[in-house]
Antibody
Framework: EVLLVESGGGLVQPGGSLRLSCAAS????????VSWVRQAPGKGLEWVSA????????YYRDSVRGRFTISRDQSKKIVYLQMNNLRVEDTALYYC?????????????WGQGTLVTVSS | DIVMTQSPLSLSVTPGEPASISCRSS????????????LDWYLQKPGQSPRVLIY???NRASGVPDRFSGSGSGTDFTLKISRVEAEDVGVYYC?????????FGQGTKLEIK
């Protein structure tokens, strides 16, 4: 069974930092890219970032590039999202999602999400 | 970025009746060398994470009832539910996965009459 368990969310002030973690199990970790997708309260889905199965290629949406960094630890089967200089508009439920392939070609499983609240 | 446009944004359907959701992209999602359309459909039930229904435009995901079907190519896609059931309530999203950033439609909220 594929499992994706996010952690690390919380309340942070604007300009602050958080590191999200996504612990994966139930599939061959290196064979799949992993994405982070967020959902602001009452809003739709917004893709944030992805990392290839090898970890050699990373992708970001423009609004987070330079502030967020995605990485993966192949031995621990964990994907991280380091979020710096957080803004109020980053407030959302952040989902970790498994891509079908080693490169970014679509999502087939989602975690339960971790809530990030940016507020003073 | 590829813009995804869904319609309608809300649907109210009587159980047993069909339902259809349209999704249009601002550029073709057909990858010429593979022949695949990189368009997925997801359902987010109330209080839950999204779940994939259809991938690559028309392939039903594992465990998805056969009353769900996806069709289309290029820029125009459709999700059809042949006979809506009460458990189908939620928000349906299309998503393009041809290029990053992945982009989603606005979502279509399905409710039962």
């Amino acid at each position: 069974e594929v499992l994706l368990v996010e952690s690390g969310g919380g309340l942070v002030q604007p300009g602050g930092s958080l590191r999200l973690s996504c612990a994966a199990s139930g599939f061959t970790f290196v064979d799949h890219a992993v994405s982070w997708v967020r959902q602001a309260p009452g809003k739709g889905l917004e893709w944030v970032s992805a990392i290839s199965g090898s970890g050699g290629t990373t992708y970001y949406r423009d609004s987070v590039r330079g502030r967020f960094t995605i990485s993966r630890d192949q031995s621990k089967k964990i994907v991280y999202l380091q979020m710096n200089n957080l803004r109020v508009e980053d407030t959302a439920l952040y989902y970790c999602a498994k891509d079908r392939l080693p490169m970014t070609r679509g999502i087939d499983y989602w975690g339960q999400g971790t809530l990030v609240t940016v507020s003073s | 970025d590829i813009v995804m446009t869904q319609s309608p944004l809300s649907l109210s359907v009587t159980p047993g009746e069909p339902a259809s959701i349209s999704c249009r992209s601002s550029q073709s999602l057909l990858q010429s060398d593979s022949g695949y359309n990189f368009l997925d459909w997801y359902l987010q039930k109330p209080g839950q994470s999204p779940r994939v229904l259809i991938y690559l435009g028309s392939n039903r995901a594992s465990g998805v009832p056969d009353r769900f079907s996806g069709s289309g190519s290029g820029t125009d896609f459709t999700l059809k539910i042949s006979r809506v059931e009460a458990e189908d309530v939620g928000v349906y999203y299309c998503m393009q996965a041809l290029h990053t950033p992945y982009t989603f439609g606005q979502g279509t909220k399905l409710e039962i009459k």
